[in-house]
Each structure stands twice: as structure tokens, then as C-alpha cells.
């Protein structure tokens, strides 16, 4: 069941960040959407919550990048064992790869 639950919430933070994007480009006020967010059918608390500290500049971590790559692996295995498709995850996977990488580049370049 975690990890059932995991891939939900992966690809809901995935969702999330992606329209908060288009959103922005396409110059919507995030506030707004936000809000809309809070009220359409496909609300959330998970997005909710996440939605508001994106808008706050607020990136404090709140499950690590490493834990739910591994956890995202897990996820693949256990759907592979069951021939359950989840293309979606893949997606998930190279993005916390590619963020996992830029953050120890960050770490390793001097002040």
C-alpha cells in the first residue's frame, strides 16, 4: 500500500510544479490558481500545502530526494513483478536523477 501511495504522490507533486509552470509562462497569477486548486474536483491536501510553499518560496525538504528515488525503484520493481505499466514514473525517476545530480554539484563547487 506505501508504495501505491508514493506513486500517487509523486506523480500529484509532478502535476503540481508542471501546471505551476505553465501557469506562470502562460501569465496567469499563481495566486489564483491557486485557489482554484483549492476548490476544483481534483483538489487536494497534497496539493494544497505544496502548492502554498511553492508560491512562498518555501522548498524546505519535506521527504528526501534519495528516499523517494529509492522508493520510486521499489515502485517500478513491484509494478514489473505484477506487469502493471507505469510509464508516468519514469518521468519521476530521471527528474529526481537529474535534481539528485544538480544538488551535489552544488556541494561540490566552492563558495
Known amino acids: 500500500m506505501k508504495l501505491v501511495g508514493n506513486l500517487i504522490v509523486a506523480l500529484e507533486i ?3 510544479t508542471e501546471g ?3 501557469a506562470e509562462k502562460a501569465g496567469l497569477d499563481l495566486n489564483t490558481v ?3 486548486v483549492k476548490v476544483a474536483d481534483f483538489r487536494s491536501p497534497l496539493l494544497v500545502s505544496n502548492g502554498q510553499n511553492i508560491l ?3 522548498f524546505s525538504t519535506s521527504f528526501a ?3 523517494m528515488l529509492k ?3 521499489l ?3 513491484f509494478a514489473g513483478s505484477l506487469q502493471s505499466p507505469i ?3 519514469r518521468i519521476v525517476q530521471k527528474n529526481l536523477e537529474s535534481e539528485l545530480r544538480l544538488g551535489s554539484k552544488k556541494k561540490t563547487r566552492p563558495p
Do not use: G, S, T
Request: no cysteine; hydrophobic share 60%.
Open 87 to 89: 510509464p508516468a514514473l
Open 14 to 16: 509532478v502535476a503540481l
Open 65 to 67: 530526494l534519495k528516499l
Open 75 to 77: 515502485i517500478e520493481k
Open 71 to 73: 522508493d520510486a525503484d
Open 34 to 36: 491557486m485557489e482554484v
Open 56 to 58: 512562498k518560496r518555501d
Open 20 to 22: 505551476l509552470v505553465l
